[in-house]
């Protein structure tokens, strides 16, 4: 990639957008969102260890990868063991100050941090995150990595022209916010919705934005995929308050909703039903967004429903439809504030028996047409086997000979290979498994295709192996 350096000397990376037709919204990178990822991805932290550019990553690791001992290091890894992982350390990231070689919280953010971090753990990790800034030398990497930023950011202007960010005003009814995008590389495929309330009263939107692409050398965006997630992390802001505000009045409900997907959410790090009621205001808000201003190649609003609940949002289709009520009767001008008793009406008016038994009905019925299979270990088995398994599936008819398995809410056994057999019927994954520990495992039906085209059946995987002797 050849791409012109350019020095910064200052802390934040800006760069005008000019084919932005909202001047509301600022799209830069920031030297402290970058400083905390570096810091987790030095410290193991899976989600942080997914940057897609390698020149980036790379000199990153030869810069700052001998102070994987450091004490911010080893805070952070601490931390996270203990739950402070994803857009809870984005978010600290926004919240730093980096001053003339110093790394301070920011006196013009009002708000307080994710309950991840307590005080005591930020008065503990400032000084050490200081001393690691210092050094590692993490400030000359920074501005020594420049033009890679720049290509990202030039990159995200056809995204960043096509957010209409007026359609926030008409549906939650508050003009009082301003948008920023933070991009990071560090985040990898990941995306945060992240807002700070200024000292001077603003509302600022500034999710933190990964899911670029590195294509033969060149960093792109897709809009068909990364506009609904500006979009959904936009809506966070606006719709986290109003689940906190009213989530005593639909606790019940919602409460019986996750038992029934938390399998499904929490491996996607969904731990709550508060988190869930979360995410299924804001995909829904998203849908209604996408009906207003349709984007090539999404899928149309049933198929969007559809997508939602698989991923375990048991409530989109209902939370949608009451947001289609509200923007048809002509309420927007009040706000969804104003319209949360009936959102809370349709939440509570859910069942989910009927929705399961809907479920297993639908599920039956399409099953008999998709492809089956066998395994050589059971779900729920025990004494499974320490060191290095084979699992095989065998299926009942040849299939395209790719792999697709998931993460449940178990651990997932560290994967070594795999192959298929000639006939193209059993696929043998090879695993490394500890003593005494419960593994899961995902097999994707839909990303399983049989040879005439037939998805396989979705199901999970769960075993414990032996103690050690």
Not at 19 to 35: K, P, S
Not at 280 to 291: E, F, H, M, N
Request: glycine letters at 6%.
């Amino acid at each position: 990639m050849n791409l012109k350096k350019t020095l910064f000397t200052l802390i934040t990376l800006w760069l005008p957008l000019a084919a932005i037709a909202q001047e509301r919204m600022n799209v830069c990178f920031d030297e402290g969102v970058e400083l905390v990822c570096a810091v987790w991805r030095l410290a193991g932290a899976k989600e942080y260890n997914r940057c897609v550019v390698p020149a980036y990553a790379e000199s990153l690791d030869r810069q700052c990868g001998g102070f994987k001992s450091h004490q911010a290091v080893e805070l952070a890894r601490r931390y996270h063991r203990n739950g402070t992982g994803y857009d809870a350390v984005a978010e600290f990231g926004t919240m730093l100050s980096l001053h003339e070689g110093r790394v301070e919280m920011n006196p013009a953010k009002s708000n307080t941090l994710d309950y991840r971090w307590s005080d005591d753990m930020i008065q503990e990790f400032l000084p050490a995150l200081n001393d690691f800034y210092r050094e590692s030398g993490f400030h000359e990497w920074y501005v020594g990595t420049d033009s890679i930023r720049t290509a990202a950011l030039a990159a995200f202007q056809r995204v960043a022209g096509q957010v209409d960010t007026e359609w926030f005003d008409t549906f939650f009814h508050h003009s009082e916010a301003a948008f920023h995008i933070t991009l990071s590389l560090l985040v990898g495929p990941n995306n945060y919705g992240i807002s700070s309330r200024l000292t001077n009263g603003q509302v600022l939107l500034c999710p933190v934005i990964g899911s670029a692409i590195y294509d033969e050398g060149e960093i792109r965006f897709d809009c068909q995929t990364v506009i609904p997630m500006v979009i959904h992390e936009f809506c966070h802001a606006y719709c986290n308050p109003l689940v906190d505000a009213h989530y005593a009045e639909m606790e019940h409900t919602l409460t019986q909703v996750y038992a029934y997907s938390k399998g499904i959410l929490s491996s996607q790090a969904y731990t709550t039903p508060k988190i869930m009621m979360y995410e299924t205001l804001v995909r829904a808000s998203v849908i209604r967004y996408l009906q207003r201003h349709p984007l090539e190649g999404v899928p149309d609003l049933q198929e969007l429903i559809k997508q939602e609940e698989a991923r375990g949002f048991t409530l989109t289709e209902t939370t949608e439809r009451a947001l289609a009520d509200y923007e048809r009767h002509g309420t927007l001008s009040d706000g969804l504030s104003s319209f949360m008793p009936e959102l809370i009406q349709a939440i509570n008016g859910f069942s989910i028996k009927r929705y399961a038994k809907k479920q297993r009905a639908e599920k039956k019925a399409a099953d008999k047409q998709r492809v089956h299979y066998r395994c050589n270990i059971r779900n729920g088995a025990k004494q499974v086997a320490v060191g290095d398994i084979t699992l095989a599936i065998t299926f009942d008819a040849p299939m395209q000979v790719t792999i697709a398995i998931g993460e449940t809410d178990q651990e997932l056994p560290e994967y070594k290979g795999h192959t298929w057999s000639e006939d193209q019927r059993t696929l043998s994954i090879r695993f490394t498994t500890q003593p005494a520990t419960t593994y899961g495992l995902r097999i994707i039906g839909d990303d399983f295709i049989s040879l005439e085209g037939r998805p396989a059946v979705e199901s999970e995987i769960h075993f414990t192996t032996r103690k050690a002797d």
